[in-house]
């Protein structure tokens, strides 16, 4: 799908500086500060809250200061809540709160100010799209 995605994105937009590469997003393999914008598209949901944390801080190393994020992410009755244990010390510091409000909190406690949070449903499925900048 990366390559497909970036064979395409060459071939209608040569101009673009886009870069398209599978990686894991726990642990992605480019330069501090190497991103303009990162878009994450129904990933955070599957991760455990170690693999949310070890993402949202690799989001925000790789992007550039001033660069912006957006997650289209998980469902409203997410595993978040599950997959967030109650009152556990991190460097989020507020995983016990757990609920739907704990993946913005986190991602303020990574120096992101959220910009924008919306909750949209496409057929039964609810999502919640959020925009964040560092
Ligand atoms: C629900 S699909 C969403 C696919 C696509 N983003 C979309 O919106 O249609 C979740 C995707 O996350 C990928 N994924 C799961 N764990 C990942 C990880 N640790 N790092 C990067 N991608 C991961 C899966 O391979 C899968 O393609």
Sequence with gaps: MAARTQRLARR?????RAHCQAVDAR???????????????????????????Q??????????????SRWYDWPERARIQRSLPPRRESR???????????IPRVIRDYDFAVEHD?????????SRVLIARK
């Design 27 to 53: 642990s992605i393999a480019v330069r501090d500060a190497s991103f303009d914008a990162v878009v994450s598209c129904y990933l955070l949901e599957l991760l455990g809250s170690e693999g949310i944390l």
């Design 12 to 16: 209608r937009l040569p101009g673009a």
């Design 118 to 126: 919306r909750k949209v449903r496409q057929g039964f499925y609810p």
């Design 92 to 102: 989020a510091g507020l995983l016990g709160t757990a609920g739907r409000d704990a």
């Design 55 to 68: 993402t949202l801080g690799e989001i925000h190393r790789v992007l550039r200061p001033e660069g912006g």
